[in-house]
Structure formats: C-alpha cells, structure tokens
Nanobody, 120 residues
C-alpha cells in the first residue's frame, strides 16, 4: 500500500520561509510526477509546483521566483522550499504523486495535507 506523508508546515510571518517535505512509502518501483497543491480556506485545491522524474518543473505563476520544488527519485521524496511567504500562501498543502508504479498497479495518490499559516 502506498502512502504519502507530508511534514514541515507551520506558522510563519510574512516574508519568512518554510520547507515542506513529502515521503512516499510502499513497494514503489517508480513515480512519474510528484508535486504540491494548495487549498486556501473556502477555495479549490490548486497546483503549486510539480516535478517529473526527469527533473522538469512547472510552477504556478503566483509562486515563481519564491518557491522551489525538488525531489529525490531514489528516496521517493519531494520537497518544496517556500521563501518570501505571503498571507495569501496560507492554507493546506497537499503532496501528490502521479503514475506511481508498484508490482501490481499504477495509480495516483494524495497525502493528507500540512497546514501553512502566514501572518501579516
């Protein structure tokens, strides 16, 4: 069974930094794309950044130049370095893994989320 577990959320002042981490566990052969999504209070979940197994990245316009996504394919982990945080970055951040291949299946998975709160 595949699980994604996030860590690193918390409370920070505007202008500060946080680093989110996500680890995928289980009998995983490979993961195509890993990424982070943000759900602000009362809003839909939106893409923040994704990274392929080859290292190609995509960022939401709102975080370009402030956030950096990275991953370790061997460890099945993905990180999100968040700098120059703004109050509008507040919300729950979810880790996502797409195209997770195990010996018996290929599927997508979500973590349970980690709360980020940026005070003004």
């Amino acid at each position: 069974q595949v699980r994604l577990v996030e860590s690193g959320g918390g409370l920070v002042q505007a202008g500060g930094s946080l680093r989110l981490s996500c680890a995928a566990s289980g009998s995983i052969f490979s993961i195509n794309t890993m990424g982070w999504y943000h759900q602000a209070p009362g809003k839909q979940r939106e893409l923040v950044a994704v990274i392929t197994s080859g290292g190609s990245t995509t960022y939401a316009d709102s975080v370009k130049g402030r956030f950096t996504i990275s991953r370790d394919n061997a460890k099945n982990t993905v990180n999100l370095q968040m700098n120059s945080l703004k109050p509008e970055d507040t919300g729950v951040y979810y880790c996502n893994a797409m195209g997770v291949r195990t010996y018996s299946s290929r599927a997508d998975y979500w973590g349970r989320g980690t709360q980020v709160t940026v005070s003004s």
